[in-house]
């Protein structure tokens, strides 16, 4: 061979050895052990076992592998991975060998740790989806390396740091998904403009400052969402005039302010606006009523002011209006009622006034209406439901509504939620609410109602709470409410109702309120009571109730509070009341009850507000065990007939703040608790017998009262202190003893003691000294000098 | 995973609920308490933030004018903290949070309950110190914060609290010596027991009673 053709050969060989790299990175086989090295870094126990045909032995069959897809020249140009349940991270995955990907799909996996940057060797790559795993640390500007990249979505992961600017760069990118982060805000002017870009969403991170300026430009933008970060200053105009195509506006939860223009009629394909929690001011421009395609307007925490405009009439296809929490302050205009595609209308809290429009019956496919917290007055329209069947949520609370509730309202039977407490509503209650079967919440309370409940409802199994107080409903209380098995709180107090409570209601095993107080009820408490386990508040005061109070009432292990005042209940109080060990408040007085307060009632350590026997026919002696109650706030027994002392035990009852023993038989000395010596002479009066140290009390005899020199044994000691050369007391504080020898007045020198300290502090001491025993308690020594010497 | 998505849809779902979740700073409060502790028995069940008040509410009383008077949530096995935000409460009178297993440190935040007239977290597992600022609740007759693994010392400033009835920090871990002037010159040895690094009665004079030792 020739010396040139020699090197003409090598030459060609290092050109095909050159050219093979190229070739092999890329390959089939390159792939594959790639995507199986990656498969072997999977940290999860349960490697997808759909990842099974991933193997070496299966190479050749490389574009037959699960998730994986080809092109035509055999190389992997998808991998659609999403919701495959694989724990890992890129960290092991092979990006170079990749560059024939297309479509890139990791979406809904567990994958942490960073993007890395090498992934801008995806050269091809026009589909990336990377949501909802844990990838964290910054997004890498490489990603703009990614030139044909027309979808990217990174939403819900861990992301963090500015938005690289150089994402601007993906001039072909129509889709842009980088919400639910922790992304925080980039120099938005360094951002060029995407004029291809359709969808953007940035919620739900951390950006802060103005409306990201380059968004102006991107005209194509039909979806924009900016919701949940901490966006702030006023919508520029350009958004507006700019982003004519704009479908979809979510601004929700931000900073915004200011006023909407009347250039948002340019939005004329906007089909939702929403852009509740934001701090905008100014009218709702009139000129909404021009965006014919708007199905979803939500304006609602802000504090926009004036009319809710009529010609929200001309939009035909709203379905949802939600103008909650802002100043509006006209009346509903009725034009309104043009909107039959309406099914979600919320107009709470606001300064609405005025009567309802009849047009509002018109609204037929109206499923949730609300409102609650305005000015409104007047009638609810006679046929208001009638053509609405589908109503599930009716608010009317808090407003001055009057008249009858429309007799048809609830007669598409879907009804769940129906509010319309604190009104002057009068009259009856509507026919069909007994047989709406999904009614879940009931509110009714303070009105002026005047039906008769004894039909009203029915058996409702989703019935979670009712409240009817507050009315003059008369009738009866239905046995059927003892079928509402779901029921948590019943209230019917202050009303008319009558009869007998139906021991039905003992089945209701959620109940945990039960208010029936001020009504007309007689019969018997149904022992049937002492089967609500969850009860934690019986109120039956205030009604013409008989017999004695159920002893299975000390089943109610969960009572917070009894009430059963003024009532004409006799017999004893069941001792088992004294296992109600959570009751804060027991109140039976104004009844005919008799015997003796039982002791148990002195186990009822948590009471704390009232304990109040008045007003009955309660005999014998107070019970000692009634001062471990040493929580209790307020303890009223007068109007019996109790007799003997009162025990010295209550003025353990630290807690008392009222305490009312008046007119009883009660004799002997009060107890020397605070409570007791301060008392005002209505808590004694009408006892002839007692004595001791309160007002309008007489003393009682000196006799050989040991705790009346008690008290002046310690102020002789105080006084006399001059003349003691010295006392030997045995002090204790906090379980440690000391013996304190005092010297007072005394400049004598005793060996041994040399120059005591002077100094002023509290013990718990007890001695002989020349006056005799000196009674233990608290002494003050101030500016003694003294020898202490701590024993054991 | 989806925890993110799950509480951004959780509330989108709140905000299509037909009622506000922030017209209400008291509801918002108690929320938080909610938000914060474990409720095996579901004594906070019924405390749905979408309700235009918390005054239905079960353990929770309002007055009149729709505002929180008492919490009674004693012997709830609640576990978790308290939260900063129930002193927002202006009008509660009534704190029983008593025989929990609440954990952590007495927010100090607590001095802005005005109206407060009973504080009892007694019986919890709470840690920290008593702050200082409970000096602020000038309606107080009852704290009992007994039974607790509460540390530094006695706050000088309770000896300001002139309505105070009752006092128990028994059984804690408290130290350095107590206050006995103001207020806190009513109270017996009852009132500290059982804490074991108490040094005893503050000696006021020339000479401290001093054993020494950190007290913080």
């Known amino acids: 061979m020739t010396p040139t053709r020699r090197t003409s050969l090598i030459l060609f060989y290092l050109l095909l050895i050159s050219l093979l790299p190229l070739k092999i990175t890329s390959s089939p086989r390159t ?50 991975l999403s919701n495959a349940n694989i724990s890992g991270s890129l960290t092991d995955f092979n990006f170079t060998a990749f560059s024939t990907l297309t479509r890139f799909d990791l ?127 006023q919508i520029p105009e350009f958004v507006f005039t700019n982003l004519g195509k704009l479908e979809y506006l979510n601004l929700t939860d931000n900073l915004f302010q200011g006023v909407f223009p009347s250039s948002v009629s340019k939005l004329s ?81 606001n ?96 009105n002026h109602f005047t039906g008769n409940i004894s039909d009203a409802f029915g058996v409702h199994p989703d019935l979670d709470f009712i409240a009817l107080s507050g009315n003059q409903f008369v009738g009866q209380i239905s046995p059927e409410w003892g079928e509402c098995k779901n029921l948590s709180n019943l209230q019917l107090d202050r009303n008319r109702i009558s009869g007998e409570i139906p021991a039905e209601l003992g089945n209701l095993t959620r109940l945990a309120v039960l208010s029936l107080d001020s009504n007309e009820l007689t019969g018997k408490i149904p022992s049937e009571l002492g089967k609500l386990g969850m009860l934690f508040k019986l109120n039956l005061s205030n009604n013409h109730l008989t017999g004695e109070i159920p002893q299975s009432l000390g089943n109610l292990t969960k009572l917070n509070y009894l009430e059963l005042s003024n009532n004409n209940l006799i017999g004893d109080i069941p001792e088992d009341l004294g296992n109600c060990d959570k009751l804060l408040s027991l109140g039976l007085s ?120 008690t008290s002046h044994t310690k102020k002789i000691w105080k006084r006399k202190l001059g003349f003691l050369q010295f006392q030997v007391l045995h002090c204790s504080f906090l379980q440690r003893s000391f013996m304190v020898t005092t010297f007072y007045n005394s400049y004598k020198t005793i060996e041994g003691l040399g120059d005591m300290p002077r100094m002023s502090f509290t013990m718990f ?26 024993t054991n | 995973m989806g925890i993110r998505a799950l509480f951004h849809l959780l509330l989108v779902l709140l905000f299509s609920a037909l009622a506000s979740t922030h017209a209400n700073t008291e509801g918002d409060a108690l929320y938080a308490l909610r938000r914060a502790v474990k ?22 009383t309002c007055d009149a004018d729709n505002r929180v008077t008492r919490l009674d949530l004693g012997n709830g096995r609640l576990s978790g903290r308290l939260v900063p935000e129930l002193g927002k409460l202006e009008r509660l009178q009534y704190l029983e949070v008593y025989m929990n297993n609440l954990v952590g440190p007495i927010p100090k935040e607590l001095g802005g309950l005005k109206s407060l007239i009973s504080l009892d977290l007694y019986h919890n597992n709470l840690t920290g110190t008593i702050p200082s600022s409970l000096s602020k609740l000038t309606n107080l007759k009852f704290l009992r914060l007994n039974g607790n693994r509460l540390t530094g010392r006695i ?21 350095g010596t107590i206050p006995t002037s103001g207020s806190l010159s009513k109270f017996t040895e009852e009132s500290f027991v059982n804490n074991p690094r108490l040094e005893g009665p503050e000696l006021m004079g020339f000479v401290r009673y001093d054993v020494g030792g950190d007290c913080k």
């Open chain 1, 31 to 80: 792939q594959a052990e790639a995507l199986i090295r990656w498969k072997n870094s999977f940290t999860s126990s349960s490697s997808p076992t759909s990842l099974a045909s991933w193997s070496l032995t299966n190479l050749s069959n490389l574009c037959n592998w699960t998730s994986i897809a080809c092109d035509s020249s055999g190389t992997v140009s998808q991998i659609n």
């Open chain 1, 107 to 233: 979406s809904n996996n567990n994958l942490e740790g960073p993007i890395l940057s090498t992934i801008g060797g995806l050269s091809k790559l026009t589909f990336l989806d990377l949501s909802t795993n844990f990838f964290e640390d910054n997004i890498p500007p490489e990603v703009a390396q990614l030139t044909e990249l027309q979808y990217l979505n990174l939403n819900n992961n861990n992301l963090n740091g500015t938005i690289p600017y150089q994402l601007s760069n993906l001039q072909k990118i129509r889709y842009l998904d980088l919400g639910s982060n922790y992304l925080e805000t980039p120099d938005w002017s360094k951002f060029s403009s995407m004029p291809l870009l359709t969808h953007l969403g940035l919620y739900y991170n951390d950006i802060t400052f103005e409306f990201p300026s380059f968004i102006l430009n991107c005209r194509n933008l039909t979806f924009l969402d900016l919701s949940l970060n901490q966006l702030s200053g």
């Open chain 1, 269 to 349: 394909n906007l089909i939702e606006i929403r852009v509740a929690n934001n701090k905008f001011s100014g009218s709702i421009p009139e000129d909404i009523g021009l965006l014919s395609d708007l199905q979803i307007v939500e304006l609602s925490n802000n504090s926009f002011v004036g009319h809710i405009p009529s010609s929200i009439g001309q939009l035909k296809k709203l379905q949802s209006l939600d103008l909650r929490m802002n100043a509006l302050n006209s009346t509903i205009p009725p034009e309104l009622g043009l909107c039959t595609n309406l099914t979600y209308l919320a107009l709470a809290m």
């Open chain 1, 351 to 446: 300064l609405l006034s005025g009567e309802l429009p009849l047009s509002l019956s018109n609204l037929i496919k109206i499923t949730e209406l609300g409102l609650s917290d305005n000015f409104f007055s007047g009638i609810i329209p006679g046929d208001f439901g009638k053509y609405s069947p589908f109503l599930s949520y009716v608010s009317f609370s808090n407003n001055s509504f009057s008249g009858e509730l429309p007799p048809e309202l609830c007669s598409g039977l879907a009804l769940e939620d129906f509010t319309v407490n604190g009104n002057n509503f009068t009259g009856s209650l509507p026919a069909c609410l007994r047989n709406c079967s999904k009614l879940n919440r009931v509110r009714l309370d303070e």
């Open chain 1, 590 to 709: 104004h009844n005919d009850l008799s015997g003796e307060i039982p002791s148990e009632l002195g186990n009822l350590f948590a009471l704390q507000y009232m304990l109040d026997l008045s007003s009955n026919s309660f005999s014998g002696t107070i019970p000692q065990n009634l001062g471990k109650l040493t929580a209790l706030e307020n303890l009223n027994l007068s109007h019996n007939n109790l007799s003997g002392r009162i025990p010295e035990s209550l003025s353990s009852m630290i807690s008392l703040r009222f305490i009312d023993f008046s007119y009883n038989e009660l004799t002997g000395q009060i107890p020397s608790g605070r409570i007791f010596r301060n008392a005002s002479e209505n808590a004694f009066v009408g006892n002839s017998g007692l004595c001791g140290s309160a007002a309008g009390l007489l003393p009682c005899n000196l006799a050989s009262a040991p705790g009346k020199s």
């Open chain 1, 765 to 790: 001491c007890k001695g002989k000294g020349r006056l005799g025993e000196v009674q233990s308690g608290k002494y003050l020594f101030r500016d003694l000098r003294f020898k202490i010497l701590e």
């Open chain 2, 39 to 60: 409720d095996p028995q579901g004594v906070l069940k019924s405390w749905d933030p979408t309700l235009v008040d918390p005054c239905t509410w079960f353990h929770v």
């Open chain 2, 155 to 175: 706050p000088r400033e309770l000896t300001k609290l002139g309505n105070l009835k009752i006092l128990d920090v028994s059984n804690n871990d408290l130290c």
